[in-house]
């Protein structure tokens, strides 16, 4: 069996989510076509175009599935290759532009947007990491249409693809050993990219504060940067230099022993549709502290979710960091990890995993 694997925009988490399904779906021979994720409007609207000047002979092959991500502009390379069209045509959304915030100094996606909506149109199979992914879809899409000049009656057939669509996450690697103890539960973690999306501001602010009061704690700030960067950071940096015991992306073994260490991983961000950072950290012993809202009511019990605002985050980390047996347990990950996921992943290339097993909807 031949699956083509489209990764039109290849963020860290797509790279990771398509290297880790080769490797654990064997029994298929995947090719896999890439692009960098830069210069996101171009990339969005023209990978079609760059594959069809680059991979000619790559795309002119048959396949007996077609998995792409949401940002791949499936019907238009449908139209320049159609023999494409008679594969099985799968779109995997790791997120989706009509709940991603925009800036003040972007213009509005819509050619994003439509990207996104067309690729669910002309997909056989939709697949969405969380159900939080999959209703903001859909209630989006729904508001854009009726902005349509014809006000089309879309409600109906978003609803036939609501209903139709699967929620199955990327999973993460299988750990050997889980901490069953946090080893350093005053230790802060920021392991997400550095921008204005992730919300930095609040988390920083609220650190701000805690250090003025003196409560103690660590900070490691980790994650991907890029060319330009939230001026928080550096403000942070020059703030928070008492107690920063890591600033900066680290290489992977770096990493990944930071994050053996424990510690508290939090979010404040605007923008997650699943969320592997947070994840792994949690999967290492780290308590997770994330705000009340988008996907992680789904993923997270109540005990470590605050209401999503700096004064609620101050609070909580404050009674954490103070007194650290007010930590909740470490968090069972077993259910995020490729062994509870790979039959399903086999089943929705191979069989059209048309069985409840492939059904995770959800709360």
């Known amino acids: 069996m031949r699956i083509l694997l489209l990764s039109a925009y290849e963020a860290v988490s797509h790279r990771y989510w398509a290297n880790t399904l080769m490797a654990e779906v064997t029994e298929v021979e995947w090719t896999l076509l890439s692009l960098p994720a830069r210069h996101f409007s171009w990339r969005i ?6 594959w069809w000047l680059k991979e000619q002979a790559t795309l002119s092959q048959r396949y007996d599935v077609v998995l792409a991500t949401s940002m791949v502009d499936i019907a238009t390379l449908v139209g320049l290759f159609p023999h494409l069209g008679q594969a099985r045509k799968v779109v995997y959304f790791h997120e989706n532009q009509f709940a991603y915030p925009e800036s003040s100094e ?5 050619e994003a947007k439509m990207v996104n909506l067309y690729a669910a149109l002309a997909a056989d199979e939709l697949v969405f990491n969380t159900a ?3 209703d ?4 989006g899409a729904r508001r854009f249409l009726k902005k349509m000049p ?17 929620i199955v996450p990327v999973p993460i690697a299988a750990a050997g050993g889980r901490a069953v103890v946090n080893p350093n539960p005053q230790r802060l973690i920021w392991n997400h990219r550095w921008e204005y999306d992730k919300n930095p501001e609040d988390f920083f602010k609220v650190l701000f504060k805690l250090s003025e009061q003196q409560v103690p704690f ?4 980790l994650g991907q940067q890029f060319r330009e960067v939230p001026g928080i950071f550096a403000e942070a940096q020059e703030r928070l230099a008492a107690h920063i015991v890591c600033w ?12 053996e260490g424990g510690g508290i991983v939090v979010s404040t961000t605007w923008h997650e549709f699943q969320g592997l950072a947070i994840m792994e950290a949690t999967q290492r012993g780290a308590t997770p502290l994330v705000p009340d809202r988008l996907c992680f009511p789904e993923l997270y019990p109540n005990e470590y979710r605050y209401d999503g605002t700096q004064e609620g985050l101050f609070h909580r980390l404050k009674a954490w960091l103070l007194d650290p047996t007010c930590q ?3 968090l069972d990950t077993c259910s995020w990890e490729w062994p509870q996921w790979q039959a399903v992943y086999r089943q929705l290339l191979m069989q059209g995993a048309s069985s409840d097993s492939m059904r995770r909807v959800g709360q």
């Open 248 to 259: 900066g992306a680290q290489p992977e073994a770096e990493y990944r022993a930071l994050l």
């Open 150 to 166: 014809e006000n089309l009656p879309a409600a109906q057939p978003l609803e036939r693809l609501r209903r139709a669509a699967r």
């Open 218 to 221: 660590e900070l490691a700030v």
């Open 328 to 330: 909740p347990a470490p």
């Open 132 to 134: 939080y992914n999959r």
């Open 106 to 110: 972007q213009i509005p996606r819509v």
């Open 136 to 139: 903001s879809f859909f209630d």
């Open 45 to 50: 609207r023209g990978n079609p175009l760059s």
